[in-house]
Structures are given as structure tokens and as C-alpha cells.
């Protein structure tokens, strides 16, 4: 991994064993981009990449001229990542390179989640300073390569170096000028319950974007885009990644220009959003995390997943091993005492299962949700002895205790907002739009912060707490501050999520022995700016098998395993009804941080001994599960969607974990292959299906075979048609390999093909 930069051509080359990055000074002075993509050999020039020779082009207007941080009104009419509205009211600037340095490793970002090194050698960072200078407007633009990993962090400063305040109406962490347009933009979309559906569509000449304005990441779309050639597939072809790690308003954006080229920009939606500068005042915008594959979406994901994993999560909980979980929420909702919940906790001790989360109801008066959010003390009618009672005999049984929280929200019914009604987001003198009757608190007010992290830390400290589900169950709407200045409003979202992040900051880092796992009405916040405190989330509300396997395919495009908390819940299913076999609801669970979302103390023996297995079996497998390399095969989204496969691979390939399943059963479907991917191929594997049912698809499977064998032939989905009709709706099988030693085609676990 290198970081050079040619004096005498002004030029950039960040580069790893993959991928390659190419900057320079313009003839006018501005800073150009040259390329991104597969890693081009060191030591030589690349001007010749910029899109032709440069004299000339200050008086072609549109031409499509590729600069690293476009800024508008000066003859490129495309989408800029800088707009500033200087002291005469003027929005034109004129960047001009102004300096370099090149530091190891990675500068952490001024109040803002980022990625990280441990070591120096594991990155390099280069700070590009530009400056126009009628205004003093500077920016620090900032570029970290990493060693390991296809991957560029972007991300930039703005710098008021004028005597006037200026106003910054635009400032995105990054903007990519690639030089044709033959491309589809793949984004994460959906809605509550449905959260991270993968959608794709080609470019075509003109503006394509995904935002939110909501005040959070959103549930609608995730700020995390795509782009890939129309034939690439998980296994083949180039893509190139977009992951903006913030938690607030975004706006992803592609453009494609009349000479075919294409333009994306990433960062803080513009729209309402204005910074004031005052003379030597700086803005620091998130980070961005640029990765191109060569070969496939498989590849990308697995450098966002490997970063997000290693250097983005931080704390003792980043490597450790996530517990497996019973949360109470569906199983009572708000309708719980202590003795309920250590029953409930007994019963799924003697399942195997290692932590019990109370979810919401445990505080103020809150028998539904129209009350006391912000009353953060605990409900003595429910919870007699306090937290401190409750989680001691929790703890004493065996088990580990967690609890949920909504730090961000306010119930109009509330001694909080009683006190406080000023500190509710609102306009002064108008209605505020309730949404599951509860106002959001304004966390860019640094008293707001500063209570919340009184109170709560109280209430953490008051018992041996060993996970937090931090929840936040609204969008934003009459965005407003009434602590900021009227000319300042536009900074209002900016600033809320950067309270919500100094609020994180301070209690992980207080308490750093508990997990934290973000929430927002399930998957409304699932985004990489919260993974840098939480280092798990809850992946949607939606808890049924079938609904997960979209959900949980998207995300992973763009999210690893470890990130994913995933629940066996009961059935009928309570978001959509559907009855689906317990072990399909495992089987999916399973490629997650598995949890349980059911009342355990009714199951028949049968579910019982079923769900001590499933615990016994995740445990087993979870460094597999919740660490290994992800493969996706079989897509949801792909054809009728019937079917959905996908695997994990341990590091050193010797273990792996598949996933197959099919949503409605078919008469006679015919054999089925699903072919592996990630295996040694010289290695030979035992396989074992799980759960051992003894029927026609394990004894084809029962045997040892060759890593070789295993991806190009495949397993075997094949029954004969009473066995078939067996199967049924909701259908699913995991598959474990082990490596062995012995020969790979003939091993001693050899069974006899079924007749
Ligand atoms: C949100 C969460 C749920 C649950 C409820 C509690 O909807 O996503 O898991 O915690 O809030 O009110």
C-alpha cells in the first residue's frame, strides 16, 4: 500500500495490491480526478487519464471535466459536492490546489463516527488543501488508503480562511467521475417491516437519487448505493461502492451527462440543509467508504463487511462473540412483572439461550406507548425491586441482562416534557406532528445531551446491565431548533444527529463493557455511522422467516453478519401472520446475531427440544456465522424469488455454513443443485445437514467430498415426490462442512442413495 504524489506532475496515486487511485493538478489549477478501479502499476504517469488534453477547457463550458471536489456555477453544469454562498451572496468558487501532506494511518474525523487503523502500516492518509482565494474558502480534502481492503475513505473539511461569514448549502463527503455510463445503480429501499429491498435500474442520461429527509438514516432508503455493470453478477464483474457512514439526512445521486459520462455524489442531502461559517470556523463532513470489485458483488460485500467488522466497530465487543438472545416484546409487550420476566428468563436459560433483554414497558407509566418517554425511572407497580432486583435474578439464573431505551424521544404525557416542552423539536407557536404519540427531544442542544447522559448513566449504573437496545421509533418533522438562531436553522438535522452521536460517544465510552444494538422502529437507522458505536443493530421489526430473507439479503450487500440481529419469533407470525416450521425460522436466524423473540415458557416439549438444539447448534457455528466470509447464491430478488441460498466460510476454510430455502413447495420440482462458493478445492469436506431428519436430501448429502466437487457440482436438493409433498410451504435446510482429511470422493461417511 502506497501513498505518493509526483511533485513535479502534481500528481496523486493511492494504491494497494487492488485498486488504484489517480489525482492531479489541473492546468487551471483545480485538483482532477484521473481513475479509480483495478490497482495500476507504480511509478508512472497517468495524466493522459483525464478525459482529453486540458488547455482550452475554461472557455468550453459543460465540458465533462473531472475534478475531485466539483463545485458549480463556473461551467460544470453537473451535480456539485461544494456549493457556498460567500458574503456578497454569490455561490461560485473556484478551488485551487494549495498544498499536500501525507500522513500514516487514519486521523480520526471531529465528532463524527469513522473508520480507523490500529497500526499505521495499515493505511495511508492524504490531506489535498484547496482554496479559493477571493473568499478564503478552503477545503481540506481527505483520502485514506487501506491495505487490506479494496477500499478509499473519503471525506473533507470546510474552512471559513475569510474575514466574512460564508454559508456552506452543499458540502458532500465525496463525489466519483467515471468515464462512461454503461451502468445500474443498485440502492436499498423499502419501508418499515420491509426494509433493504435490493433495487436496480440502468442510467440513463439526467439525475438518479435515493435521500432521506427524516431526520435519520431511513427505513425508505440506505445510505449505501451500487454501482454495477449491467452483467455483473455476485461471482463476476466490476462494481464499484458507496457506503456514507452517517446516521442523518443523506442524498446518494447519480448523473449521467450528455457525453456519457457519469458523475456520483454522496453525503448530507443539500436540500434545507445551510452551515454558517464565521471567519476560521470549520465543518468536518462524514466519511464516505469508496470500494471497487473487480469480480462481482460477492467481493464488495465482503470488503464493507471485513471493514465494518475490524475497523469501523470498536470496543471489547467488536471481536467478541455476540450472545444469543431472548427479548420480551412480542412475547408480552407492555404487559410484564418481574416474576413474568424471571420466568421467562428461567425457561430460556434451560434453552441455552445467554442474555434476557427487557424491551420496552419498564419505566415511568408506560402500559402502551402514548406516555412516558423521557421518564427514564423505573415502574415500580411492574417492577417492584428496580432494575437492580430484576437483573440480579436474572443474573443469578445464568444469564446476562439487557435492557431498551429510547434516549432521543419525549411522550407529550411525560414529567420531561412537563419540565421541558421547549426541548421537543417544534416551531414555536405551531402544532407539532405526533407520530406513535411521541415528539423527538433536540439533541443539538448540548443541555438535552448532557441530561440524557445523567439519567441514563444513572439508570445503567443501577444495575448489572450487560446490553442496551437503544431504540428511536419516529422520523423528524417541523425541523427546528428553538435554542439556534434563525439564520441558522438550516444546520438544525446536521446538528441533531451529531448530539445523538456525542450521546453514544459518551455512554459507550462510560460503560464500555455492554453491547449496545441500535434500533429505529426496526431498520429505520441501519446505517454504518451507528455501527461505529453499536456494533449490532436490529435488523427489521419484521421477524418473519420469509420477509427475512429479503431483508437480510439486502443488507448484507452493503453490512456483515455480526451487524445483523436476527429472531426466531413466534408464529402466527406477528407482522404478517404466515406460519412458518420453527426450524425455517432458525435456518434463517441463523446467517445473523441470533436472538429469540417469543414468550418460552408455553412451548410444547417438542419446540423446546427443537430451539435447545437450534441454540446448541448457533453456538457451534457462530464464529462461522457471525465472522466468516458471506456468499450469496440463490438471490430473492431474482426470477419468482422461490428460492434463497447463501453461505458462511471460516477464514480458514475449513468450516462453512449454507442456508437453502424455498419459499412455496412445488409437486415434482426436479433435482436441484446449488453450487458452493469460498471452499478450498483441494480440500475435502464432510457434510452434514442440520436439522438431521434422516430423509432423502440428508442421505444424498451424507458424505465427503471435495472442496472442487462442492462449487462446481454442488449440493443436492433432491427427494422423490413423497418425500417432496414432506417438505411443504416455508421450506429450509442448512448444510454444515467440515474439512477432513481422507480421500474426497469416497469417505467413510459414504450413505446409500435413496431409491
Ligand atoms: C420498536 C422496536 C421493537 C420494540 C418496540 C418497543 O418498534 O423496533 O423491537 O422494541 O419499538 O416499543
Redesign the pocket.
Known amino acids: 500500500m502506497t501513498a505518493t504524489w509526483d511533485a513535479e506532475a502534481g500528481e496523486l496515486h493511492l494504491r494497494n495490491g487492488t485498486i488504484s487511485y489517480l489525482a492531479r493538478v489541473l492546468e487551471d489549477g483545480s485538483f482532477g480526478h484521473l481513475y479509480f478501479g483495478p490497482a495500476l502499476a507504480p511509478g508512472r504517469s497517468y495524466r493522459h487519464l483525464g478525459r482529453r488534453s486540458f488547455e482550452g477547457f475554461a472557455n468550453r463550458l459543460g465540458d465533462p471535466v473531472a475534478r475531485e471536489y466539483p463545485t458549480g456555477g463556473a461551467g460544470d453544469f453537473r451535480v456539485p459536492a461544494l456549493i457556498v454562498e460567500t458574503a456578497d451572496g454569490a455561490s461560485v468558487l473556484h478551488l485551487a490546489y494549495a498544498g499536500h501532506r501525507i500522513l500514516p494511518g487514519k486521523p480520526a474525523l471531529p465528532g463524527l463516527p469513522s473508520t480507523y487503523t490500529e497500526q499505521d502500516e495499515e493505511a495511508a492518509t492524504v490531506e489535498v488543501r484547496l482554496a479559493d482565494a477571493p473568499s478564503g474558502v478552503e477545503v481540506r480534502l481527505l483520502y485514506t488508503i487501506f491495505r487490506d481492503v479494496p477500499a478509499i475513505a473519503r471525506s473533507a473539511v470546510i474552512r471559513n480562511g475569510g474575514r466574512e461569514p460564508v454559508r456552506v448549502r452543499c458540502a458532500m463527503s465525496g463525489s466519483l467521475d467515471l468515464p462512461d455510463a454503461d451502468w445500474e445503480l443498485l440502492h436499498l429501499s423499502g419501508t418499515w417491516s420491509r426494509e433493504r429491498h435490493v433495487v436496480a435500474r440502468p442510467l440513463a442520461p439526467g439525475r438518479v437519487s435515493v435521500s432521506s429527509v427524516r431526520g435519520a438514516s431511513s427505513h425508505e432508503h440506505n445510505p449505501f448505493v451500487i454501482l454495477r455493470r449491467p452483467a455483473t453478477t455476485e461471482e463476476h464483474g466490476e462494481a464499484f461502492g458507496f457506503g456514507l457512514v452517517y446516521s442523518g439526512n443523506f442524498r446518494a445521486e447519480a448523473e449521467v451527462d450528455a457525453f456519457a459520462t457519469t458523475r456520483v455524489r454522496i453525503g448530507i442531502e443539500p436540500e434545507g440543509f445551510t452551515w454558517t461559517l464565521g471567519a476560521g470556523d470549520e465543518l468536518a463532513v462524514p466519511e464516505v467508504i469508496l470500494v471497487h470489485a473487480a469480480d462481482g458483488l460477492g467481493e464488495l460485500s465482503a470488503a464493507y463487511h471485513r471493514l465494518y467488522r475490524e475497523r469501523l466497530a470498536r470496543g471489547p465487543w467488536r471481536d467478541r462473540p455476540r450472545p444469543v438472545l431472548i ?1 420480551n ?1 412480542e412475547a408480552t409487550y407492555y404487559d410484564f412483572d418481574e416474576d413474568v420476566l424471571v420466568e421467562m428468563a428461567a425457561a430460556a436459560r434451560d434453552l441455552g439461550v445467554e442474555l434476557f433483554v427487557l ?3 419498564w419505566f415511568g407509566e408506560r402500559d402502551d ?1 402514548t406516555s412516558s418517554l423521557g421518564d427514564w425511572t423505573v415502574d415500580r407497580r411492574k417492577l417492584p425491586g428496580g432494575l437492580e432486583a430484576v437483573a440480579r435474578r436474572v443474573r443469578d439464573l445464568g444469564l446476562q441482562f439487557g435492557l ?1 431505551i ?1 434516549p432521543e424521544m419525549v411522550s407529550p404525557r411525560s414529567h420531561l416534557f412537563a419540565e421541558h416542552p421547549e426541548w421537543a423539536v417544534g416551531v414555536p407557536g405551531r402544532p407539532r406532528t405526533e407520530s406513535r404519540d411521541q415528539l423527538v427531544l433536540d439533541m443539538s442542544r448540548p443541555e438535552v445531551v448532557d441530561h440524557l447522559f445523567a439519567v441514563l448513566s444513572a439508570i445503567l449504573a443501577s444495575a448489572p446491565i450487560s446490553y442496551v ?1 437503544w ?1 428511536m ?1 419516529r422520523s423528524l418533522t417541523e425541523p427546528y431548533s428553538a435554542a439556534l438562531p434563525p439564520d441558522r436553522q438550516g444546520e438544525f438535522f446536521h446538528r441533531h444527529i451529531l448530539g445523538v452521536y456525542d450521546l453514544y460517544d459518551r455512554l459507550t465510552r462510560a460503560f464500555p463493557e455492554i453491547l449496545f444494538e441500535s ?4 431498520g429505520g437507522r441501519f446505517d454504518a455511522g451507528l455501527l461505529a458505536f453499536a456494533p449490532q443493530a ?1 435488523t427489521s ?1 419484521d421477524t418473519d422467516a420469509v420477509e427475512r430473507l429479503a431483508i437480510q439479503w439486502g443488507t448484507s450487500l452493503g453490512y456483515p453478519l455480526s451487524a445483523m440481529a436476527a429472531h426466531v419469533a413466534a408464529v402466527p407470525n406477528h407482522q404478517v401472520g404466515r406460519i412458518t416450521p420453527l426450524a425455517t425460522r432458525a435456518a434463517v436466524a441463523f446467517f445473523g446475531v441470533l436472538g429469540y423473540e417469543l414468550d418460552p415458557r408455553g412451548l410444547t416439549a417438542e419446540d423446546r427440544a427443537a430451539i435447545v438444539d437450534q441454540v446448541a447448534f448457533y453456538k457451534e457455528q457462530r464464529d462461522v456465522l457471525q465472522r466468516g466470509r458471506f456468499h450469496r447464491l440463490r438471490s430473492p430478488f431474482v426470477g419468482d424469488g422461490n428460492t434463497t441460498a447463501w453461505m458462511s466460510v471460516a477464514e480458514d476454510a475449513r468450516r462453512a455454513v449454507v442456508g437453502w430455502y424455498r419459499v412455496l413447495n412445488r409437486a415434482d420440482p426436479g433435482p436441484e443443485r446449488i453450487r458452493l462458493r469460498g471452499l478450498d478445492p483441494a480440500a475435502s469436506y464432510r457434510v452434514r445437514t442440520w436439522p438431521a431428519v434422516g430423509d432423502g436430501i440428508e442421505r444424498l448429502n451424507a458424505r465427503v467430498r471435495g472442496g472442487d466437487d462442492l462449487m462446481q457440482v454442488g449440493l443436492f436438493i433432491e427427494t422423490d415426490r413423497a418425500g417432496t409433498a414432506a417438505l411443504g410451504d416455508f421450506h429450509a435446510r442448512v448444510f454444515v462442512l467440515e474439512a477432513v482429511e481422507g480421500d474426497p470422493a469416497w469417505g467413510p461417511e459414504e450413505a446409500p442413495l435413496p431409491v
Open positions: 427479548n416484546w424491551d420496552d414497558g406507548d431498551w429510547e437496545k431504540d421509533n434500533c429505529a422502529s426496526g436490529w421489526d
